[in-house]
């Protein structure tokens, strides 16, 4: 069936490290966002990238959706990026099947 | 502020009880989206309204419905409440076709 995978699950680095958070899908994709759900809850969109490669500030995201994965890319962390990041695919059905998420933790 | 309203943020009622849900979507967006966000399942898609019309279904309860008025503002009711029912609820909008969807801020459902 169709399958969102997200890698690593949880990934705890001190402020100012680097990070990688990986998502595969299992079909082609007529769309993919990234959010970042903050400790309140809220879904934060990050990024909206079917195709390519985006930067925002200190995130950057690529899709290569030939080969049918993400990476959602984060540099110099700092404690308020913590929370949980989920990829989110859209199979051409306009519903969003997300990703099980990494749980990101950052210590001063 | 993604533009999309929802209401309550926060309910807690007893098994059994009937809640509603509001969700207004963002200004010029026809088609709105439920999911729920459980622990042990993860953010499921529920239900999409486009328009007025119900456009696609996805794993939502028997004991749950929804609607899209006029206004498109749209309702879910969660009826015969159990504890599993406790969740996150998000709606969205935006999404048709390729383009972004934008989540609301959710509403944090707790049955005791």
């Known amino acids: 069936g169709i399958q969102v995978e997200q890698s690593p699950p949880d990934l705890i680095l001190q402020e100012g490290a680097n990070s990688t958070l990986r998502c595969n899908f299992s079909?082609?994709?007529?769309?993919l966002q990234w959010f970042h759900q903050n400790p309140w809850g809220q879904l934060i969109n990050l990024f909206y990238?079917?195709?390519g490669t985006k930067q925002n500030g200190r995130l950057s995201a690529t899709t290569v959706a030939t080969e049918r994965y993400s990476l959602l890319y984060i540099s110099s962390s700092q404690t308020t990026d913590s929370g949980v990041y989920f990829c989110?695919?859209?199979?051409?059905?306009?519903?969003?099947?997300f990703g099980t998420g990494t749980r990101l933790t950052i210590i001063p | 502020d993604s533009g999309v309203t929802q209401t309550p943020k926060h309910l807690i009622t007893a098994t059994g009880q009937r809640v509603t849900l509001r969700c207004s979507p963002r200004?010029?967006?026809?088609?709105v989206y439920w999911y729920q966000q459980s622990l042990d399942q993860g953010l499921q898609f529920l239900i999409q309204?486009?328009?007025?019309?119900?456009?696609a279904k996805g794993n939502i309860l028997e004991r749950f419905s929804a609607q899209q008025f006029p206004d498109l503002h749209s309702e879910l009711n969660l009826s015969s409440l159990e504890l599993g029912d406790s969740a996150l609820y998000f709606c969205?909008?935006?999404?048709?076709?390729?383009?972004?969807?934008?989540f609301g801020q959710g509403t944090r459902l707790t049955v005791v």
């Open positions: 969205a909008s935006g999404g048709q076709g390729d383009t972004e969807a934008f």
């Open positions: 079909d082609s994709v007529n769309n």
């Open positions: 309204y486009y328009n007025g019309e119900e456009r």
């Open positions: 200004s010029g967006d026809l088609s």
């Open positions: 989110a695919v859209n199979f051409g059905n306009e519903k969003l099947t």
């Open positions: 990238i079917p195709s």
